[in-house]
């Protein structure tokens, strides 16, 4: 009796957050009120990845460089950054503070919740899509990537092949 009561207990626990290790090793290493402030709660909401988002491209910006950070399908962004001078120093001077802890883990975090192999998850968001045949595997996936899709069935300009390598949690 006393063991099945532990087991049950065991099994209603909350499961431990797989980034969990990455969140605790950013927090040591917050260069920013504003990088330990949102590492705290060991959580990056959208909100807070969006506010780091516009941290980095006003600090930029007030140094006289311009960034744009374009928005993807995958729910995070690419940017573009006028180059200039000394804009790509400012751009990586910025990101410390600002981006350089906070976007790698929320991205991840956000392709890869439960941290599975990312090229399976890619490789199953396909295969939803209807794009790659029932069975493409992760190792399939990785060869036809390597290869630039030449030899599939399907290529890089379908629409889901982007879409399910930036994000395949995006709802294919």
Do not use: H, W
């Amino acid at each position: 009796m006393i063991a099945l009561i532990a087991s049950a207990c065991a099994e209603s626990e909350a499961p431990k957050d797989p980034y969990e290790p990455e969140l605790k090793a950013a927090q040591k290493q917050a260069a920013s009120d504003f990088e330990r402030e949102v590492l705290a709660d060991l959580k990056i909401t959208k909100a807070e990845f969006d506010e780091a988002v516009n941290r980095y491209v006003a600090c930029a910006g007030d140094r006289g460089v311009t960034i744009k950070a374009r928005p993807t399908a995958g729910g995070y962004y690419n940017y573009d950054l006028v180059k200039s001078g000394d804009a790509e120093t400012v751009a990586d001077e910025c990101r410390k503070g600002t981006l350089a802890l906070i976007e790698p883990i929320y991205v991840d975090r956000l392709m890869n919740p439960e941290k599975k192999d990312l090229d399976q998850l890619q490789a199953d968001c396909l295969v939803r899509a209807g794009v790659a045949p029932k069975g493409y595997s992760g190792d399939q996936l990785a060869a036809d990537r390597a290869k630039s899709f030449s030899d599939t069935s399907f290529g890089p300009d379908n629409p889901a092949v982007p879409a399910c390598l930036s994000n395949p949690n995006s709802g294919l």
